[in-house]
């Protein structure tokens, strides 16, 4: 990558950063301090604001250019995640959005502590929730800083280390002084902006086969070298029945775990009602869908018109084939178009890590403040304001994922996101759906929910091969791999259920009828929401 | 704005039977009434009292329900509302919609991401120029996708959002007059 490139992609990636931290000062200016104003943004936000917001939040780097650049590099394999990543939004608007919309306030715990006793679940809630966010935290963090050193070409230690630190930085002022407010705009700038460089290189991968989609799945079978097998799956997860139990498994947490993430689970609180929750979902299914589809024009797209040769030659996991598929756009290294359109699509990148990661750190800090820190400190403690307290945890949760994406910073971090969504799944979606549907949940059933699915998930992966036992794992020269699976959720997701469903039949609680009663009526119809 | 908000309903006190009252009128279906779609209600959703302490932005979210003497006859308003037909009928239309439709999407994704694993063979076999059946598979997932999006909506907001904002208002009302008409 030549001076050009970095010196505009700078620029362009020094206005989004200006723009946001204007809007994060205009923001602030107006705030008023308030619980319902940090946590929910007043919950004010129309439904197609919500809808940009929620679809920012979701389409990380790792979709933009992830995604693409395994369709580039392994065809059809790479389109299996970009379905799971779609489907997976019909649970969140089947069963999660509205309801939760109507009974809780600020996090998932408020839903379940609602009938329950409140302390015990409020921790088991709160830990689950902030350990999600923290693995996805760290693995875009991580990401940061390898996009940085791949997009402007400096292998060197230094520049990744400072990116880094200055993505966690912006994410801390963004939400300690803006709080959901000034974040819900940055995704918004940042879910336009990443579509319209999306649909532009769409039309321009179309324009150049004519508008002829066949024959763009057809030359990239043909470059591929891979012909008709490029089309079809197994390319990647075809080998051996560890491999595609694997596969299976991500599948699974990827269906299953975006309904318990929660930094989406927290957008459903910035709109008014369950309606307007209802139609944002309607919203970003829409957007989501749509950059989906195109992201897996841009994949074949790169494999036709770059080659997967020389994607591979430039990263070897695919992650610069839509940068490169731009420069190739534009009109080649040394145009002035290909710069721009690869400066542009570097810039929207950066963007897009750093509006993500300042939502994950607001929904932690929210799970940190409101429900871990009321629930352990003193009854005889003085109380400060609660939202001081998520200032100072997103600055805390800041300075975590900085540490920890430092450290992290040279493994394969494509195994965080996966574990994420495992975790998700089978800590935060079995306790959720229990709360709201099963009139006979107790608290010892929520509480072993929530672990049964923690722990399993988190001890499969350290017993995995991604942590010991083969060349490359995090710790290569040990070995104490156990569990074949890279992805815990085949296994982990049905022990969370299991165990909330032991923890249940073994209490000697008796459920509370009314306050099933109220959730359920609450939960349908929104009476006495907030 | 609608109906519901402006009925009277003497203050809160003695409205203990209008949900028996609402169930006894067939809870009419919105396809009939009124086509389109409603405002939202929001700037009168924090009347219910249940969010008042969230707006002074302290601590304790053990606060902020006031659970007290009261509570036990809001609890009584619930399971009241529970019971009777207006919310039945809410219930059942959501879960009949939700229960299949969960069913045929889940089966129909594990289905696809099961065969894309174990039956390569079977997901390659083409049809039509450099399509093949993997190829339509996954683009049938995004249009199931759009589809039940679009069918879930369509039968919420028809058959499920008029008869749910009017037990809300109800339920307002009676947990207002149990909490001692505090609104």
Redesign the interface.
């Known amino acids: 990558m030549t001076d050009n490139h970095q010196t505009l992609a700078l620029l362009l990636f020094s206005g989004f950063v200006a723009v946001t931290l204007g809007i994060t000062a205009w923001v602030g200016r107006n705030r008023r ?4 104003e ?1 946590y929910a943004g007043g ?2 936000f129309s439904p197609m604001e919500n809808g940009f917001a929620i679809a920012g939040d979701y389409m990380s780097a790792a979709s933009f250019l992830g995604i693409s650049g395994l369709i580039a590099l392994f065809g ?1 394999d790479g ?2 995640y970009s ?2 990543f ?2 997976a ?3 969140v ?3 999660v959005a ?1 309801l939760v919309r109507n009974c809780g ?1 600020f996090t998932l715990a ?1 839903v379940v ?1 609602a009938r329950m006793r ?1 302390r015990p679940v ?1 921790i088991a809630a709160g830990t689950s929730s902030v350990t999600v966010s923290v693995l996805y935290l760290v693995a875009q963090m991580v990401g940061a800083g390898s996009l940085v050193a791949l997009l402007l070409g400096r292998t060197g230690g230094a520049a990744q280390v400072w990116a880094v630190i200055g993505v966690g930085a912006l994410m801390v002022i963004y939400v300690s002084l803006g709080g959901m407010r000034a974040t819900t705009w940055i995704q918004i700038v940042k879910a336009v902006l990443l579509l319209g460089g999306t649909v532009t290189l769409t039309v321009l991968v179309m324009l150049r086969f004519h508008g002829d989609f ?1 024959q763009l ?2 030359t990239a ?1 043909e470059r591929s070298g891979h012909g ?2 490029f ?4 390319l990647k ?2 080998g051996d029945w560890t491999e ?1 139990l694997d ?2 498994s991500l ?2 947490a990827l ?1 299953l775990g975006t309904a318990g993430l929660p930094h989406i689970l927290s957008r459903f609180y910035t709109v ?2 369950a ?2 929750a ?2 944002s ?2 919203w970003s ?2 957007l989501i ?1 749509g950059f ?2 195109m992201t897996i024009v841009l994949g074949f797209g790169a494999a036709a018109i770059v080659g997967p040769e020389a994607v591979r030659g430039s990263n070897a996991a695919g992650n610069t084939a839509v940068p490169l598929l731009a420069l190739d756009l534009g009109g080649g290294a040394d145009s002035t178009g290909g710069t721009v359109l690869f400066a542009v699509v570097a810039a929207v990148a950066f963007a897009t890590i750093l509006a993500v990661v300042a939502g994950i750190t607001l929904a932690s800090s929210a799970s940190v403040a ?2 871990l ?2 629930s352990l ?1 003193r009854e005889r403690t003085e ?5 001081a ?1 998520a200032r100072m945890a997103a600055v805390g949760v800041g300075v975590v994922a900085i540490a920890l994406g430092l450290l992290a910073r040279d493994l394969n971090v494509a195994f965080l996101v996966g574990l994420a969504f495992a975790v998700a799944a089978s800590a935060n979606l079995p306790v959720l759906l229990y709360s709201l549907f099963w009139p006979g949940f107790t608290t010892r059933g929520a509480v072993w929910a929530v672990y049964g699915g923690l722990i399993p998930a988190v001890a499969l992966v350290l017993l995995s091969p991604v942590v010991s036992g083969s060349p490359e794992s995090l710790l290569p020269a040990v070995d104490f791999q156990y569990f074949p699976l890279e992805n815990p959720g085949l296994v982990s997701i049905p022990l969370g259920f299991v165990a909330g469903w032991l923890g249940t039949v073994t209490s000697a609680d008796i459920p509370d ?3 099933h ?2 959730t ?3 939960s ?7 | 704005m609608q109906s519901s908000n402006g009925r009277a309903r003497g203050g809160g006190s003695g409205s203990d039977s209008s949900v028996e009252n609402h169930a006894g009128h067939d809870p009419a279906p919105a396809e009939t009434a009124t086509e389109g ?2 405002e ?4 009168d ?2 009347a ?4 008042e302490s ?9 606060a ?1 329900e006031p659970r007290q003497e009261q509570a036990g006859e809001v ?2 308003v ?2 009241e ?2 019971r009777s037909a207006a ?1 039945q009928e ?2 059942s239309r ?1 879960r009949r919609f ?1 229960v299949p ?2 069913a045929v ?2 089966s129909w ?2 289905g ?3 065969t ?3 039956a ?1 063979g079977f ?2 076999r ?1 049809v039509a ?4 059946v ?2 339509l598979a ?1 683009l049938g ?2 249009v199931s ?2 589809l ?2 679009w069918g ?2 369509r039968h ?1 907001r028809l058959r499920r ?1 008029r008869a ?2 009017e ?2 208002w109800d ?2 009302e009676l ?1 207002r007059g149990a909490r001692g008409g505090a609104s």
């Open positions: 301090g308030s619980a319902e940090f919950r004010l059809y389109l299996l379905v799971g779609l489907v939004w019909l649970v608007l089947f069963l509205e306030r408020d502590a409140e409020r066949d799945l057809l079978a008709a097998a089309l079809a799956p197994g997860y075809g595609r596969f299976i599948g699974l269906v008014p009602t309606q307007a209802r139609r979902v309607v299914i829409g869908g989906y589809l409101h429900d820190y009321a400190r109380s400060r304001s609660e939202v307290v009828e009314a306050r009663a109220e359920e009526v609450r349908l119809t929104g009476a006495g929401a907030v | 779609r409603y939202d209600p929001w700037y959703a924090l219910s009292g249940w969010g969230a707006a002074a932005g302290t601590l304790g979210p053990a902020a609890a009584d619930y399971l509302v529970q919310f809410v219930r959501y939700v439709a969960v999407f889940f994704y594990v696809y991401v099961v894309a694993t174990t390569p997901m390659a083409p120029g450099a399509v093949n993997a190829m996954g997932q995004f996708t759009f039940f999006t879930y909506t919420a959002d749910a904002l037990l809300r339920t307002q947990t």
